[in-house]
């Protein structure tokens, strides 16, 4: 549905589209993506109420990567977990390990399955990462000393995800080494044109705005 600039805001909006679902009957689900820092939100909170009254088919993923900008989880949040807070709204809840591919994919089957069949909402917590500050120029002079070296030796989702399918020969190293190369000749040939690419005109400004019904 797009980015707003309200963090948090995501929430309400997904309840709008999943209610649209219900009615439609059509299986479809809807999934809302939120920082541990947003989820914070009063309209998030809201929105977990809202959907279990209506019983909504609707995903709750909280991606606690441990800060809200530089605020960390337990300065700022009441519950050790967000699958906590969720059961005070009557909403089961899940905490899987976000850098693992496989265990949120499954975890994530499940509640869209649950969603589906009529059995409303669900929250997914995953205890995510991040290797960069919350803004370019983050010092994050708020993390401990050796945290960052950690992370990137042990919590790489990249490299978790590697060793895993590597391991199990579901393909060879040199099999990503070509995926990766041939990612970075994307990523350059879309650079390389954007740059090339005439200036937009006055009337591209209200291109693609407006609904034309």
Known sequence: MGANGILGAGAPLICGAALAAKFRGKGEVGITFTGDGASNQGTFLESMNLAVVWNLPVIFVIENNGYAE???RDYGTAV?????????FGIPGVTVDGTDFFAVYEAAGEVIRRAREGGGPSLLECKMIRFYGHFEGDAQTYRAPGELDDIRSNKDCLKKFAHAVTQADVISPGELDAIDK??????????????????????DLLTDVYVKY
Not at 80 to 88: F, L
Not at 182 to 203: G, N, Q, Y
């Open 70 to 72: 530089s605020t960390a």
């Open 80 to 88: 050790d977990s967000y699958v906590d807070r969720a059961a005070g």
């Open 182 to 203: 041939e990612v970075a000749a994307l990523i350059d040939r879309a650079v390389t044109e954007a740059k090339e690419a005439p200036l937009p005109t006055a009337a």
